[in-house]
């Protein structure tokens, strides 16, 4: 599956999610300014307006967004943040090359990290006008099989999604940025397994476990 058949799934997934809360919403509170989008609150009239000018609607808060994910989610991955980011030293370099090959080596030999990754970016990038939660567990499990708990999702509101937001890493370190959050979605994967984050303690205990174990097996 290319990236567009990807992105085309996701737009497919992420439009019906929008409607259905718009409908909802606007039976609720037909006052609200948004309902005024539509001339009437039905399914008909909201996919129409979702489906304008190639789906524009359903990026509210900039396409660019949607770009910057595409372009990294590309078999030669770039950071790009309305046009590629040029590492200003040889430092920069290295740390955005570090970065390229991470998530080459991640998607090789652990997809499972990968495309959790790139969930993970969907609600830190805030790449929909809405429903960019649901979007990217739909994208997580469309890709491995596997759902993004409730307990990974929290993880990534409380120390992803509050502290970045997609201008500012656009306009201050995206490289360092960057390699942050990606590290830390990384680690959430990692560690925030079966719904509960593993502690500092049980993985250390873990860790002399398989060290005694291999002492024995070797001592055989």
Same mark, same amino acid.
């Given at each position: 599956?290319?990236?567009? $058949?990807?992105?085309? $799934?996701?737009?497919?997934?992420?439009?019906?999610?929008?409607?259905?809360?718009?409908?909802?919403? %606007?039976? $609720?509170?037909?006052?609200?300014?948004? %309902?005024?989008?539509?001339?009437?609150?039905?399914?008909?009239?909201? !996919?129409?307006?979702?489906?304008?000018?190639?789906?524009?609607?359903?990026?509210? @808060?900039?396409?660019?967004?949607?770009?910057?994910?595409?372009? =990294?989610?590309?078999?030669?991955?770039?950071?790009?943040?309305?046009?590629?980011?040029?590492?200003?030293?040889? &430092?920069?370099?290295?740390?955005?090359? +570090?970065?390229?090959?991470?998530?080459?080596? =991640?998607?090789?030999? @652990?997809?499972?990290? !990968?495309?959790?990754?790139? /969930?993970?970016?969907?609600?830190?990038?805030?790449?929909?006008?809405? /429903? +960019?939660?649901?979007?990217?567990?739909?994208?997580?499990?469309?890709?491995?099989?596997? $759902?993004?708990?409730?307990?990974?999702?929290?993880?990534?509101?409380?120390?992803?999604?509050?502290?970045?937001?997609?201008?500012?890493?656009?306009?201050?370190?995206?490289?360092?940025?960057?390699? @942050?959050?990606?590290?830390? =979605?990384?680690?959430?994967?990692?560690?925030?397994?079966?719904?509960?984050?593993?502690? &500092? @303690?049980?993985?250390?205990?873990?860790?002399?476990? &398989? %060290?005694?174990?291999?002492?024995?097996?070797?001592?055989?």
């Amino acid at each position: 599956m290319n990236n567009s $058949d990807i992105i085309h $799934d996701m737009v497919v997934f992420n439009k019906e999610e929008q409607i259905k809360t718009r409908i909802q919403l %606007c039976e $609720d509170n037909p006052s609200l300014i948004v %309902c005024s989008l539509v001339d009437k609150n039905t399914y008909e009239h909201w !996919y129409n307006y979702y489906s304008q000018n190639e789906n524009a609607n359903l990026f509210s @808060k900039g396409i660019n967004r949607l770009e910057t994910w595409d372009k =990294l989610f590309q078999n030669k991955p770039i950071l790009y943040f309305s046009k590629e980011i040029i590492p200003a030293d040889s &430092k920069e370099n290295a740390r955005l090359q +570090n970065l390229i090959k991470m998530l080459k080596r =991640l998607k090789a030999v @652990k997809p499972l990290h !990968y495309f959790f990754i790139f /969930a993970g970016l969907i609600i830190i990038f805030q790449v929909f006008g809405d /429903a +960019n939660h649901r979007t990217a567990k739909f994208f997580y499990k469309k890709m491995t099989g596997n $759902d993004m708990t409730p307990q990974q999702e929290m993880v990534i509101n409380d120390e992803l999604l509050r502290k970045y937001e997609y201008y500012s890493i656009e306009n201050t370190t995206p490289i360092y940025t960057m390699n @942050k959050i990606i590290k830390k =979605l990384i680690e959430i994967i990692s560690t925030v397994n079966g719904g509960k984050r593993k502690s &500092k @303690k049980s993985r250390i205990k873990g860790k002399i476990k &398989k %060290c005694k174990t291999r002492k024995k097996t070797f001592g055989k």
